[in-house]
């Protein structure tokens, strides 16, 4: 079964400095790989997501997630972070041979942005 | 566009009381429907999904059933609370592979 693992519960980082957030799948099989964000006591929003093609892919407020195959990664990243970033941060993947499409989602990563 | 509804917002039930959340998305037609219960400081548990009307999957065993009694309406209930019930649910709607699920605003559930 998929399993998802994102080893940091908590990053905290100074405004502007840069941040990676960690993400792990177990399995090789074709997938696709998702990033959520979370504000205190709302749902949860798309930030970007890996169908096929261009291994880097991007977000409209600067994030962007690499996919590697080999490592079974998919690292989100931004250089300069706001305040405003402060928020929780889920990987997900989905099984391209799950006909149900379910989301298996890391336990998530409280990204805390300091000024 | 689509949208999706959650309901209520907020809710605190005793121990042993009954449960009826609600979940109803507007814009879009047979769409398969998720549950998922966040607990404090964890990430999220699929709890069940729907392909369609009367199709229900359980992934996990408890105390918690859900039901879709029309196409874009999906029903989480419980008979008889536990304190383990707390936390906050989440209902996603989603269509093919490769399309990300659309999550609802959240019901926050405190079982005292």
């Known amino acids: 079964a998929q399993s998802v693992t994102q080893l940091d519960s908590q990053v905290p980082v100074f405004e502007e400095a840069p941040v990676e957030l960690r993400c792990n799948y177990s399995s090789s099989v074709s997938v696709y790989l998702f990033w959520y964000v979370q504000y205190p006591n709302q749902g949860l929003q798309l930030l970007l997501k890996?169908?096929?093609?261009?291994?880097l892919v991007e977000s409209i407020n600067g994030f962007e997630a690499e996919f590697n195959k080999s490592q079974t990664s998919f690292h989100l990243r931004k250089p300069s972070v706001h305040i405003s970033d402060t928020a929780e941060y889920f990987c997900?993947?989905?099984?391209?041979?799950?006909?149900?499409?379910?989301?298996?989602f890391g336990s998530g990563t409280r990204l805390l942005v300091r000024p | 566009s689509q949208t999706i509804h959650q309901w209520p917002a907020t809710l605190v039930q005793p121990v042993g009381s009954p449960l009826s959340l609600e979940c109803t998305v507007e814009?879009?037609?047979?769409?398969?429907l998720y549950w998922y219960r966040q607990a404090a400081g964890r990430g999220l548990q699929l709890l069940f999904y729907s392909v369609g009307i009367g199709q229900i999957s359980s992934e996990v065993p408890q105390n918690l059933s859900a039901s879709r009694p029309q196409d874009r309406q999906f029903i989480l209930s419980s008979k008889k609370l536990l304190l383990s019930d707390s936390g906050f649910y989440l209902c996603?709607?989603?269509?093919?592979?490769?399309?990300?699920?659309?999550f609802g605003p959240g019901t926050r559930l405190t079982v005292l």
């Open positions: 996603a709607w989603g269509r093919l592979a490769g399309n990300e699920q659309f």
């Open positions: 997900a993947v989905s099984d391209l041979e799950d006909s149900s499409y379910k989301l298996i």
């Open positions: 814009g879009t037609s047979n769409p398969n």
């Open positions: 890996y169908l096929s093609g261009s291994t």
